[in-house]
């Protein structure tokens, strides 16, 4: 199966974060699984920490590292994506989540998420 890991998922996963569900953390970690991070989380990642909103305790190259050893992929934003999010409903105002849902729908990969809006545009 495919999975789509919302920003704040792959920050609590990272960290062992108990708010991440066990049937969530059995989907990652299922090497029959493959795990998407977008790129578009790894922007806001790199956005919030230099305004100050986040802090990790890795660098970045760190985080990339992390990454690769764990098996995640990275799901690069086009052109489809663009086209899925001009449909999108605004439910949801964060630019962020809007480009992970519009990710989602366009490549039909399930999305991990906790946000309740975000999971109002697969209901």
């Known amino acids: ?14 960290v062992g974060d108990k708010r991440i569900r066990p ?5 990652i970690e299922n090497g029959n699984n493959t795990v998407f991070i977008s ?6 990642i790199a956005i919030k920490i230099s305004i100050g909103k986040l802090k ?3 660098s970045l190259s760190e985080l990339n590292n992390y990454l690769n050893k764990k098996g995640f992929l990275i799901l690069e934003f086009d052109f489809d994506d663009l086209e899925t999010l001009l449909t999108l409903s605004f439910f949801h ?6 480009m992970l849902i519009s990710q ?3 490549k039909s990969i399930e999305i991990i998420t906790n946000d309740k809006i975000v999971q109002k545009y697969f209901n």
């Open 39 to 44: 790129n578009a989380s790894l922007w806001e």
């Open 23 to 27: 049937n969530v953390k059995e989907k």
């Open 56 to 58: 990790l305790t890795v």
């Open 93 to 98: 105002q964060d630019p962020f989540d809007r």
């Open 1 to 14: 199966m495919n999975y789509l890991i919302d920003t704040h998922i792959l920050l609590w996963y990272i």
């Open 104 to 106: 989602s729908k366009s």
